[in-house]
């Protein structure tokens, strides 16, 4: 059973760069078939995919984030990474690592970070 | 760009009734991506229905989703005490905003 486990800062200031990275155990981001990568979902509010990628490095990302957000993946230390730069408090919400099929659907996901965007 | 539109915003039922939950998508989707899930509070969400109408594993069989076209369907044909919670469905990472089950 794969699990998902995100880290980083709770707190970043407006402008600044937003940094997560995603811890897979049980299970190797290389050796699947699956994509990997972030949701985010402000309060009461619906899921919002951020984007995904395969190991070998092809990225898929929300056209509405605006190119603000870069994707990475370390097969070595099997983790994933999220950047998002510029940020305003529109972007304070909970964000997930997850695994996907594809553009398709949300097969698991992590037990989310909430990230507040003030100063 | 597609929106996903979910009805009812809320829905209050008791332990054994059966919940009807529907979605509307803006325009005609294919049934091959769309998907249903469920969110606890303080959870995150978990995948409940795959292509319309496939069960995720390990999904109980009183969760059932039909649809096609711009209509899709999610019905809980007797409520569980663990089923009162948040619905959201999904087209190709496009979410709806969520019906919530609140017991009556």
């Known amino acids: 059973q794969v699990q998902l486990q995100e880290s980083g800062p709770g707190l970043v200031k407006p402008s600044e760069t937003l940094s997560l990275t995603c811890t897979v155990s049980?299970?190797?981001?290389?050796?699947?078939?699956?994509?990997w990568g972030w949701m985010r979902q402000s309060p009461g509010k619906g899921p919002e995919w951020i984007g995904n990628?395969?190991?070998?490095?092809?990225?898929y990302y929300n056209p509405s984030l605006k190119g603000r957000v870069t994707i990475s993946v370390d097969t070595s230390r099997n983790e994933f990474s999220l950047k998002m730069n510029s940020v305003t408090a529109a972007d304070t919400a909970v964000y997930y690592c997850a695994k996907f099929r594809f553009l398709e659907w949300v097969l698991g996901w992590g037990q989310g970070t909430l990230v507040t965007v003030s100063s | 760009e597609i929106v996903l539109t979910q009805s009812p915003g809320t829905l209050s039922l008791s332990p054994g009734e059966r919940a009807t939950l529907s979605c509307r998508a803006s325009?005609?989707?294919?049934?091959?991506?769309f998907a249903w899930y469920q969110q606890k509070p303080g959870q995150a969400p978990r995948l409940l229905i795959y292509a319309a109408s496939s069960r995720a594993t390990g999904i109980p069989d009183r969760f059932s989703g039909t649809g096609s076209g711009t209509d899709f369907t999610l019905t809980i044909s007797r409520l569980e005490p663990e089923d009162f919670a948040v619905y959201y469905c999904?087209?190709?990472?496009?979410f709806g905003g969520g019906t919530r089950v609140e017991i009556k």
């Open positions: 049980g299970g190797s981001i290389s050796g699947s078939p699956y994509y």
């Open positions: 999904q087209h190709r990472l496009t």
């Open positions: 990628l395969y190991h070998t490095g092809t990225t």
């Open positions: 325009q005609i989707v294919s049934s091959n991506y």
